[in-house]
């Protein structure tokens, strides 16, 4: 494989100075994402809300763009200020008895796993899928065997990626376990979506969500959310507002009549400065191709294994190819994660302290170069070098 990256090292200012291996924390913003929500500040500072229509039709394009990348129909996507808000949408929309039962990983980012601890008040029960194996992975027979060690679940909700280690859940596979027990697939896809390529309607997930701050390379407080449209009735709109009715701006008509389309969630007036921000990167990955994209970052992470094992570091996570994502943990044998990381960054190279070790996560304009300036770093800690 050529180590060109698929995305411009031109659009990515931050290499200048770093080797920015961050991507499931926060992005190093690429320059058009700035440049575009330069653009729409500037027209409304110089044209106010003469300038909301052409924002308007700009917004239905990055709609489009986040539902191709998701795999999905373009009506069954909402925009949400971040994964937490869409996650929430989804937990106390739907309509809950005493008794009702939620399957959720134990090893989730707290907003994962948060909607569905606050359904307890509610007679909820919400039940752990333990992990298995070292690596801390979850594979589909880990949930089915939880989902069948009770009453069937109203819902499953899982991350997509675990956070910390990496582990990639078969989503298609769970769909199918989670339907033939009657119960709902909830998938929040913040660390996946942007460098795997993604099909969600086809695989069978019922609610999805993500925002744009990690792979998606956009700004923060602005993010999707997928409704399939089996489930659209079933979910009720948490923020009513002009916004979330089929008469939109016909401000004399009262009546509460839901869009027929995902919109329904979008309340009132949006983010449409972070709308055009995410649309930008939306469109660089677009234009890369998100599987040559994933390639690559597949090729970087292979290699990131390979150099840190050279050098007596220990890869914690799973790199089976089923498994595998564009998260890498390590530790470092007798040195704390948080400084080891904070000397990385002394020397230029940008992780993040997560799942018991270091976390890097490599992007599509990420190099080899970069790889071999972060093993480099860590052999100069364990001696190696």
């Known amino acids: 494989m050529s180590s ?11 290499t200048d100075r770093w080797a920015y ?3 499931a924390g926060i992005t190093a913003l690429p320059a058009p994402a700035l440049d575009a929500q330069h653009r729409c500040a500037r027209d409304l500072v110089s044209d106010g809300g003469l300038s909301y229509a052409g924002h308007a039709e700009r917004a239905e394009e990055v709609r489009a763009s986040a539902a191709a990348l998701m795999g999905v129909p373009t009506d069954d996507v909402a925009f949400v200020k971040n994964t937490t808000e869409g996650l929430g949408f989804v937990a106390n929309g739907l309509a809950w008895r005493e008794g009702d039962r939620v399957v959720v990983p134990d090893l989730e980012f707290p907003s994962t796993i948060y909607p569905w601890l606050g359904l307890r008040d509610q007679g909820v029960v919400v039940d752990l899928v333990p992990p298995v194996g070292t690596g801390r992975c ?3 027979g880990a949930f089915a065997e939880t989902i069948a060690s009770g009453p069937p679940p ?3 909700a899982t991350s997509w990626v675990q956070f910390a280690r990496g582990w990639r859940t078969d989503l298609a596979g769970l769909a199918s376990v989670c339907h033939d027990a009657g119960a709902l697939l909830c998938a929040d896809v913040i660390q996946g979506l942007g460098v795997v390529p993604a099909d969600l309607e086809a695989w069978g997930v019922d609610f999805a969500m993500a925002d744009a701050h990690k792979w ?3 700004p923060l407080g602005i993010g999707v959310l997928y409704v399939r449209r089996s489930c659209l009735e079933d979910l009720r709109p948490l923020e009513p507002g002009w916004a979330s009715v089929v008469h939109r701006e016909q401000w004399d008509n009262l009546d509460l009549v839901w869009d027929d389309s995902a919109r329904r969630f979008e309340g009132g007036s949006p983010n449409m400065v972070g709308i055009h921000g995410m649309g930008a990167s939306l469109d660089l990955l677009l234009g890369a191709g998100i599987e040559t994209v994933w390639d690559h970052v597949s ?3 292979d290699r990131a294994c390979a150099g840190l094992a050279s050098v007596g570091a220990t890869v914690t996570c799973d790199r089976s190819a089923h498994g595998r994502s564009g998260i890498v943990t390590f530790i470092v044998d007798g040195q704390d994660p948080v400084t080891v990381n904070e000397l990385l ?3 230029g190279v940008v992780c993040s302290a997560r799942g018991g070790g270091v976390r890097l996560s490599p992007h599509g304009y990420n190099t080899y170069e970069e790889v071999d300036r972060l093993v480099a770093a860590v052999a ?3 001696g190696a070098a």
């Open 21 to 23: 291996l961050n991507h």
């Open 345 to 347: 960054a002394a020397r």
């Open 4 to 14: 060109t990256p698929p995305l411009d090292r031109a659009d990515f200012p931050v």
């Open 380 to 382: 100069a800690l364990t």
């Open 216 to 218: 998606l390379l956009g």
């Open 299 to 301: 090729d970087l992470t």
């Open 138 to 140: 979850l594979p589909v």
């Open 154 to 156: 109203k819902v499953v």
